[in-house]
């Protein structure tokens, strides 16, 4: 079904902007531009919502201040929209107020979501949720003032690893480019999303690698981490963001995840390869994401998930 925010935004009075749980730049970005876009379009603030704690190299984004974290449960939304979420499930609690909206819009890349909007807007092909924003922007005519230009720049520059990963295209450069020009600056945010860390994350990430073990003659590499970990270190959800890339960039890796006890009976996984389907192995478990990069919760412990995990990626390698 074709979908014309213009007509649906228009008719709506209460918006609500969805990111997905542990959210990472693609899905912080796309919903903070979103917002400046609405804002400055329409004249409407719409309320934003983060479903677990914002990380600390994100919370420049403009209007990221503006998100909350908890909502009235009883609140009825004309129009509730989904950024980066890849199944609905991934906004948590917030599913209700998607559930009872009027509208629901669904915004996304990632090739596992099954549309599960009143309209959908993926496009599996880009590099981000940040890109497909852009690619609807400039096809309809919203002009893309500097705020916004600052969080679409920000969410496909982290989706693509900073220009690194296979996702990055011709057309990602042609859009960040044009993003430059209408005020991102590329240096400030390198610098804010991937050299500002505190020394605790470091040396939390340190720790996980240093713990690391490998298998199949170095082909798959893994760490584990339990809640003891995490509490050494006060760590919060977003400190094991990028050590699955960490362990993925040894030469001898094919396959590289990253396992983190919820409880004793659930386990989050991080998972990314070179050559492998990671979003196969993951779904398997209810999860998804990209071929390279994927996730998935999985209902059993640390060590009985790494088992069925490792056992899932032999088959693949």
Request: a neutral charge.
């Amino acid at each position: 079904m074709n979908c014309n925010l213009d007509d649906i935004i228009k008719s709506s009075k209460k918006i609500l902007l969805l990111s997905h749980v542990n959210p990472d730049g693609d899905t912080l970005g796309s919903m903070c531009a979103m917002y400046s876009m609405i804002y400055n379009r329409f004249k409407i603030k719409a309320d934003m919502n983060v479903v677990s704690n914002i990380p600390y190299n994100y919370k420049f984004l403009p209007n990221i201040n503006l998100a909350e974290r908890y909502f009235d449960q009883s609140l009825v939304y004309d129009l509730v929209i989904t950024l980066d979420v890849a199944s609905i499930e991934r906004v948590r609690d917030s599913e209700i107020f998607f559930n009872k909206a009027k509208v629901r819009v669904n915004i996304d890349h990632h090739k596992t979501n099954p549309g599960f909007g009143d309209y959908n807007i993926i496009e599996p092909d880009s590099s981000s949720t940040g890109e497909v924003l852009f690619n609807y922007f400039k096809e309809h005519g919203w002009k893309i003032d500097k705020d916004s230009a600052i969080c679409l720049y920000t969410a496909i520059m982290t989706d693509t690893g900073n220009f690194r990963f296979e996702n990055t295209s011709a057309n990602v450069f042609r859009a960040v480019a044009e993003l430059v020009e209408a005020g991102a600056d590329p240096n400030r945010l390198y610098k804010l999303c991937y050299e500002t860390k505190t020394k605790n994350l470091v040396m939390f990430q340190n720790y996980c690698v240093n713990k690391a073990e490998f298998k199949n003659d170095n082909k798959i590499a893994y760490t584990t981490v339990y809640k003891k970990d995490l509490e050494k270190f006060s760590a919060g959800d977003d400190y094991t963001d990028g050590i699955a890339e960490t362990l993925r960039a040894i030469d001898s890796t094919e396959v590289s995840f990253v396992v983190k006890e919820v409880d004793s009976k659930t386990t989050k996984v991080s998972m990314r390869s070179k050559h492998i389907d990671c979003a196969k192995i993951c779904s398997v478990y209810g999860g998804g994401g990209h071929t390279f990069a994927a996730g998935c919760t999985m209902k059993y412990g640390i060590k009985e998930s790494v088992e069925k995990l490792l056992k899932e990626i032999e088959r693949e390698i």
